[in-house]
């Protein structure tokens, strides 16, 4: 099983990323995708978070209006479009996958089977 997060960057507040995460070695079909965050000296959060028919979405408050989640099931990548980003938005992001066995709504890291290496995002003012 390989997740493959990429996209992170060093960026001005106001600006834009797109965050990617290729997948491999499960069934996509049943697998929930979620994105968390862990800057320093916070906990890691999860921000956002998609079902495994790409019809159901999740987003933390302080992301919602500004980051789209996103699966192309063809290309087993999972995309989270950020954009308007803020200081407060710099953390290293990575992506995760839940199983249908573990998955209760998808907010908490142990519901996680899978988990990708994480990318930086930094956003200056």
């Known amino acids: 099983v390989q997740l493959q997060a990429s996209g992170g960057g060093l960026v001005q507040a106001g600006e834009s990323l797109r965050l990617s995460c290729e997948y491999s070695?499960?069934?996509?079909?049943?697998?929930?995708m979620g994105w968390f965050r862990k800057a320093p000296g916070k906990v890691r959060e999860v921000i956002s978070g998609?079902?495994?028919?790409?019809?159901?979405?999740y987003y933390v408050d302080s992301v919602k209006g500004r980051f789209t989640i996103s699966r192309d099931f063809a290309e087993t990548t999972v995309f989270l479009q950020m954009n308007s980003l803020k200081p407060e938005d710099t953390a290293i992001y990575y992506c995760?996958?839940?199983?249908?066995?573990?998955?209760?709504?998808?907010?908490?890291?142990?519901?996680?089977?899978?988990w990708g290496q994480g990318t930086q995002v930094t956003v200056s003012s």
């Open positions: 995760a996958a839940a199983n249908p066995w573990t998955l209760v709504r998808g907010e908490e890291a142990h519901e996680y089977e899978y």
């Open positions: 070695g499960f069934a996509p079909d049943n697998y929930y």
């Open positions: 998609i079902s495994a028919s790409g019809d159901s979405t």
